[in-house]
């Protein structure tokens, strides 16, 4: 069954730093990934998703995401983190077809 | 923007009891999901409803659990004789098509069996 790993619980980033969120994936073919971001209290948004072609695929809010089948990663990317990215990051595959599998997420702070 | 909309934000239930969990996905959506996110874990698959019925569904989706969509927009989530394991936020999600693309999820129920 396909599963998914991110390694780093939580994750604390100065505002305006770089960020790189880590996603390993286990699937055997080519997988349709997903990230989603939770704020507190609120619910699952996705940020961006990869099915196929390109492997660096944009995301809303400035996110990006790069697919690499050797390392068989979908690590998330932020150039400048800002106050308002403090959130859970969950990073997901599809199964079959029919449900997202989840990682255990990654919790973001930003300090000032 | 379209939205999945869940009711209620927040259900607290005595261990026992029965609850119905609603959920009103995109109009235009075709399949519905159920999540359940236990605190400080990681959003886990419940089931999955397509055209009236179950296509899957998890270990954790047993006969205490049920779905219906009584009517074209409502999609609920029953549990007979909620747990104190069955604290959790239960998400509703919809989507178009299978698989490759968008599940849209609502903001869901917060569960506090006590």
């Known amino acids: 069954a396909q599963s998914v790993t991110q390694p780093d619980i939580h994750i604390t980033v100065s505002e305006g730093a770089s960020l790189e969120l880590r996603c390993n994936y286990s699937?055997?073919?080519?997988?349709?990934l997903f990230w989603y971001v939770q704020s507190p209290g609120q619910g699952l948004q996705l940020l961006l998703k990869?099915?196929?072609?390109?492997?660096l695929v944009q995301g809303i809010k400035g996110f990006e995401a790069e697919f690499k089948r050797s390392q068989s990663s979908f690590n998330l990317r932020k150039p400048s983190v800002h106050w308002s990215d403090a959130a859970e990051y969950f990073c997901a595959v599809v199964q079959g077809a029919q449900k997202l599998v989840f990682g255990q997420g990654t919790r973001l702070t930003i300090n000032p | 923007e379209p939205e999945v909309t869940q009711t209620p934000s927040h259900q607290v239930t005595q261990m026992g009891q029965e609850v119905i969990l609603r959920c009103v996905p995109i109009s235009n959506h075709l399949y519905f999901y159920w999540y359940r996110q236990i605190l400080g874990q990681k959003v886990e698959f419940l089931v999955s409803f397509y055209n009236n019925e179950i296509s899957e569904k998890s270990e954790i989706f047993d006969d205490q659990f049920s779905v219906e969509r009584p009517d074209g927009s409502n999609f609920t989530l029953k549990i007979r004789s909620t747990k104190l394991e069955d604290s959790a936020m239960y998400f509703c999600?919809?989507?178009?098509?299978?698989?490759?693309?968008?599940?849209?999820f609502g903001q869901g129920t917060r569960l506090t069996v006590v």
């Open positions: 699937y055997g073919a080519t997988p349709y």
């Open positions: 990869y099915f196929s072609g390109d492997t």
């Open positions: 999600a919809s989507s178009d098509l299978w698989g490759n693309t968008e599940a849209f």
